[in-house]
């Protein structure tokens, strides 16, 4: 897999994205697309080291795990703009990702990086419209 996505990385439209995702991905290769962890891939080892954006080497999960921690509040910021994207709609949407912002602050603590807590906060950081809340009330009645 490594050798394909080397390839792909020579071509200027792709090289920004992909100098930030591979190493992500190469330090994740121990699992298969169904999550089960291997050794090999197709009779070769398979090799988890990769030298991420900050020049940090890191070679596998467990070390992936410990860089992703070192950038945690970003993390949790990126997933919260993105869970916000998901979730939004277009009358909604807060400008400028306003409501990831206040979401970030609203689980600053480690312990609320929580998925269930990124989207409670997502949730009740938003603006939402009157209609839509009274349209839920007068679901919830019926």
């Known amino acids: 897999m490594r050798e394909k996505m080397l390839?792909?990385?020579?071509?200027?439209?792709?090289?920004?994205?992909?100098?930030?995702m591979d190493p992500i991905?190469?330090?994740?290769?121990?699992?298969?697309?169904?999550?089960?962890w291997r050794s090999h891939d197709e009779?070769?080892?398979i090799d988890a080291s990769a030298q991420v954006f900050?020049?940090?080497?890191?070679?596998?999960?467990?070390?992936?795990?410990q860089w992703v921690t070192r950038?945690?509040?970003?993390?949790?910021?990126?997933?919260?703009?993105?869970?916000d994207d998901v979730c939004a709609r277009p009358r909604t949407r807060l400008p400028g990702h306003a409501a990831a912002s206040?979401?970030?602050?609203?689980?600053?603590?480690?312990?609320?990086?929580?998925?269930s807590a990124l989207v409670l906060a997502v949730r009740s950081k938003r603006a939402?419209?009157?209609?839509?809340?009274?349209?839920e009330t007068s679901r919830r009645d019926q």
């Open 43 to 45: 009779g070769s080892p």
């Open 54 to 65: 900050d020049n940090t080497m890191v070679d596998g999960p467990m070390a992936l795990q």
């Open 102 to 115: 206040a979401a970030s602050r609203a689980t600053s603590a480690p312990q609320d990086n929580r998925f």
């Open 128 to 135: 939402v419209p009157d209609e839509y809340e009274n349209a």
């Open 7 to 20: 390839e792909h990385r020579v071509r200027a439209d792709c090289v920004q994205c992909h100098r930030m």
């Open 71 to 83: 950038y945690s509040g970003q993390f949790v910021r990126v997933g919260i703009e993105k869970l």
């Open 25 to 36: 991905g190469f330090a994740l290769e121990n699992f298969d697309a169904i999550g089960l």
